[in-house]
Nanobody, 125 residues
Framework: QVQLVESGGGLVQAGGSLRLSCAHSGLPINTFTMGWFRQAPGKEREFVASVSGSSMDTYYADSVKGRFTISRDNAKNTVYLHMTSLKPEDTAVYYC??????????????????WGQGTQVTVSS
């Protein structure tokens, strides 16, 4: 019903920048909150950022606040995650998701669905 495709990951040096994109198709979801999560090897899936579909309110994990910016272009059915001042600890697979439950600032993975295939971000020292 809803398809999500992440792109934009890659290998960068610490202090560098990347912009991730999430293109969605199928059922319209421009009114839904969209979120980015990440998962490093051997670690739990971690909330990164979200943006609502109406007021465009944004929420960020403390670990990325001030460095990452989430945005969306509803005309292009695309959500972005602009990452700057990247650190080695940002290395992970980044996933795009659709929020279906919980409060608008929820950081719980089970409040999101239709996970994309993920895009790998690797930050070297």
């Amino acid at each position: 019903q809803v398809q999500l495709v992440e792109s934009g990951g890659g290998l960068v040096q610490a202090g560098g920048s990347l912009r991730l994109s999430c293109a969605h198709s199928g059922l319209p979801i421009n009114t839904f909150t969209m979120g980015w999560f990440r998962q490093a090897p051997g670690k739990e899936r971690e909330f990164v950022a979200s943006v609502s579909g109406s007021s465009m309110d944004t929420y960020y994990a403390d670990s990325v606040k001030g460095r990452f910016t989430i945005s969306r272009d509803n005309a292009k059915n695309t959500v972005y995650l602009h990452m700057t001042s990247l650190k080695p600890e940002d290395t992970a697979v980044y996933y795009c998701t659709v929020k279906i439950s919980g409060s608008r600032d929820s950081t719980r993975p089970y409040d999101y669905t239709n996970w994309g295939q993920g895009t790998q971000v690797t930050v070297s020292s």
